[in-house]
């Protein structure tokens, strides 16, 4: 009768759009990462894996899995949009790879191991008595990933050669034990031009990765926020001193950083290697406190080392 016709016709039709659903699932059961997809509510988007899901802000916006093409990973379709945000690559490989276990003026000697993604570039000199070649550190450095070194790109005029090894980890550098990493490649930012503040910044790339002590040798975390506000530490071989002698032990002093515009107020406009003043992205930090009266700062041989928050 019409009734008995009227539900088996509500049963073909749920049937029927069960199997529409299910092919189209399976229709897309092999996939890759950041491969283009559909979510189950039509939002165009990209297949994220599951160990970068947790990092996604709005989770309503994915659906779906499908599995990898060569693997049994399983991956989610997540909709394209601004709240859509995945971890950056340096934030992944800090996530990786941290292990959470003197030059200034007024610094302080650093503690053995307190700061191992620390590095000291260094140069290939004649002695012009001997005849002799030997090693000169002349800038500080960063390792940030274990065949990276982050620098600044004005260190690279220090001498007509570019520096040929790294001394990593944070030693001394007069430690007959500590070792240096040679360097394979230079790369300084496109935009730079010696002697300008702007752009100054330079990558480093090892022949080897550094690999010390795997309990506490791990490379420093770019930082990713905003702005850095604070109090922060700034570490480095340089001179302890004014014009004066750089210490071959690593050293640190606290620092606070002060707003742009207060910056400014210390720097003319058309001023030495900062033609257009302060700019936005750069950080200004000084000496708020004055210890016993003495002004705490970084000084020659600092450069290219890390302000750290």
């Known amino acids: 009768d019409r009734n008995e016709k009227s539900l088996l016709f509500h049963c073909i039709f749920f049937v029927t759009v069960f199997q529409i659903i299910v092919l189209k699932i399976q229709s897309v059961d092999a996939c ?3 491969q283009y997809c559909l979510t189950l509510r039509n939002y165009s988007g990209r297949y994220v894996e599951e160990e970068n899901y947790e990092y996604i802000a709005d989770k309503t916006l994915c659906d779906g899995f499908c599995h990898h093409n060569s693997t049994s990973k399983r991956l989610r379709c997540c909709a394209y949009d601004a709240t859509v945000k995945l971890e950056r690559i340096s934030e992944q490989i800090c996530r990786f790879n941290h292990v959470k276990r003197g030059f200034i003026i007024r610094g302080k000697l650093a503690k053995d191991n307190e700061f191992p993604f620390m590095a000291a570039l260094g140069w290939r ?15 500080g450095g960063t390792i940030y990933e274990r065949g990276y070194v982050l620098t600044a790109a004005h260190c690279l005029y220090h001498s007509s050669d570019l520096p040929v090894v790294v001394r990593p980890g944070g030693f001394a550098l007069n430690d007959t034990e500590a070792w240096d990493l040679e360097i394979e490649e230079v790369i300084e930012h496109p935009n730079y031009e010696y002697p300008s503040a702007y752009n100054d910044i330079a990558i480093i790339r090892l022949k080897t990765e550094f690999y010390g002590n795997p309990f506490h040798d791990a490379p420093a975390c770019l930082w990713n926020k905003p702005t850095a506000e604070g109090n ?7 001179d302890t001193q004014y014009a004066g002698v750089s210490s071959p032990l690593l050293m640190k002093t606290n620092l606070s950083t002060i707003p742009n515009d207060e910056c400014k107020s210390h720097y003319e406009p058309d001023s030495g290697n900062l033609c257009d003043g302060i700019i936005s992205t750069q950080i200004c930090a000084k000496d708020k406190e004055k210890a016993k009266g003495e002004l705490r700062d970084t000084c020659q041989g600092d450069s290219g080392g890390p302000l750290i928050k």
């Open 125 to 139: 000199v004649k002695d012009e008595l001997s005849g002799n070649y030997t090693i000169v550190y002349k800038c």
């Open 32 to 34: 890759y990462a950041d």
């Open 232 to 238: 922060v530490t700034a570490i480095g071989y340089g």
